[in-house]
DNA sequence: TGGGCGTAGATTGTATAAAGTTTCGCCTGT
DNA sequence: ACAGGCGAAACTTTATACAATCTACGCCCA
């Protein structure tokens, strides 16, 4: 369970093994899998924030039932990108800057944890890992794909998790960087230069060389960094301020 | 939102609106209701790990069909006090020392820095509910009722947890009692003496004194001793150590 | 007598239908 | 012309029915 190597995730083991034989091939886990794209979507910036997510219009998407649209939309409610108002359905989560600055806030208290125990747990396998890592990044900036870029950048800080083998860190970190995603979507300044990967190569050659204080700087200033670019004051829609104001 | 008086909670206030007409009283949230009970069936220890925790059971408990218990049952197992095994239905988590390990890691993590924002919190109102508090839990320990003793020991903690403000370690920290109940159920020694009330009013002292480094200190040996108290080896049951051998 | 196999019961997973709520458009009255 | 209210449509919520799967008991055979 707290496997320490980069192998493979338990679910696509169960989800290999409890195919015996149903004629859908996806049968494993549907729930998982709109999960799964949904999740990606919101990483990659397609899905913006306050977007409705019908539950029939997803079905349709996946080929499911509204039942497993809702658990899946149930789970992610949980995680915190998507909101479910009573009897007015999903929506994706627009955290505001107050929810904005918890995030970082916990993400920099996490994520030093973090990179201490991937010094402990470094070798060879995980740091090709990484490196293999850092190469599609840095393939996905050249090619100028931005939203293959977004979704690496906060898989970067999953694998360290992961590494890491602290598997309740992991769980949290995965909540806090898919709501990263939907504030940097929400608060990023205009012009930002291609963020991270160096910092992130950085951040790598620092946890090989297991010299555990320049790979908490280097992460420290790295997350630092990504809050500086966000301007987090009230959210552009005047509505929201209403909300605020007035409701909650 | 980040309000740190100690209001009602937002979902309260949701449920009182939304309750137009209805005449079932309880018409205000009954997932709610099921996810709360079952919960704090865990948290007083009257649920054991390991406890199947049937649908139609719960259903008929609650007076609700499957559809809502199923739904709450899936959210607690996002909360990490359940189990789900596909199509064997739902049971009480039952962490493996390794997990135990890993909560009360993270609990000292996120807890000292709680601990530091509930000193800047601090005020009349909120030195009131905390030292009312430690009156609840001198009764319940004068008074024999262990229950309600393990169930006060976990809210002082979630307690600090509001007063810090910081809605993102309140969840996190809801989920690591929780599971700490479990932890705590199944590793404790033996004999173990009244736990923790001295520490909780050690801690509230420092706080109302905004002695932020001697609150530090207190909360970090509380946890510390707890811990302590766990024979964190091989669980009791062999098939357990089985299950970890050769199974995940 | 002990083990393997098959069937029956029970339980969960999924889909569909009924019920309640919200929202939007239209219509009427001033 | 505009404000307010009524009504229908769309959607979510909840319940129920059906299908798939697992567990357990009993039977048969070696």
Same mark, same amino acid.
């Given at each position: 369970?707290?496997?320490?190597?980069?192998?493979?995730?338990?679910?696509?083991?169960?989800?290999? =093994?409890?195919? *015996? =034989?149903?004629?859908? *091939?996806d049968a494993s886990d549907r729930v998982s899998r709109i999960r799964e794209g !949904?999740? @990606?979507?919101?990483?990659?910036?397609?899905?913006?924030?306050? &977007? =409705?997510?019908?539950?029939?219009?997803?079905?349709?998407?996946?080929?499911?039932?509204? &039942?497993?649209?809702? &658990?899946?939309l149930q789970q992610?409610?949980?995680?915190?990108?998507?909101?479910?108002? =009573?009897?007015?359905?999903?929506?994706?989560?627009? *955290?505001?800057?107050?929810? @904005?600055?918890?995030?970082?806030?916990?993400?920099?208290?996490?994520?030093?944890?973090?990179?201490?125990?991937? !010094?402990?747990?470094v070798s060879p396998v995980w740091i090709n890992r990484l490196q293999q890592h850092l190469a599609e990044e840095r393939e996905a900036e050249q090619r100028g794909d931005a939203r293959a870029s977004v979704r690496l950048s906060g898989e970067f800080h999953r694998l360290i998790a992961e590494m890491s083998g602290h598997s309740i860190y992991l769980g949290f970190l995965k909540e806090l960087i898919a709501r990263s995603s939907l504030i940097i979507l929400l608060y990023?300044?205009?012009?930002?230069?291609?963020?991270?990967?160096?910092?992130?190569?950085?951040? !790598?050659t620092a946890i090989r060389k297991r010299d555990n204080q320049t790979a908490r700087a280097q992460m420290l200033s790295h997350l630092n960094e990504i809050e500086a670019e966000l301007f987090l004051k009230d959210p552009a829609a005047d509505e929201l301020r209403l909300a605020d104001v007035l409701g909650a």
């Open positions: 369970m707290s496997s320490t190597e980069p192998s493979n995730q338990s679910f696509e083991l169960m989800a290999a =093994k409890s195919r *015996p =034989k149903s004629d859908v *091939p !949904v999740t @990606a979507a919101i990483l990659e910036h397609r899905l913006l924030p306050g &977007t =409705k997510l019908g539950e029939d219009e997803i079905g349709e998407i996946y080929g499911a039932s509204r &039942t497993l649209v809702r &658990t899946a992610l409610a949980h995680e915190g990108i998507v909101n479910i108002e =009573k009897n007015r359905g999903a929506f994706v989560a627009r *955290p505001t800057p107050a929810d @904005a600055r918890e995030v970082f806030e916990a993400r920099r208290l996490i994520e030093l944890t973090i990179v201490d125990h991937a !010094v402990d747990a990023r300044r205009h012009d930002t230069p291609a963020c991270g990967t160096d910092h992130h190569a950085g951040i !790598v």
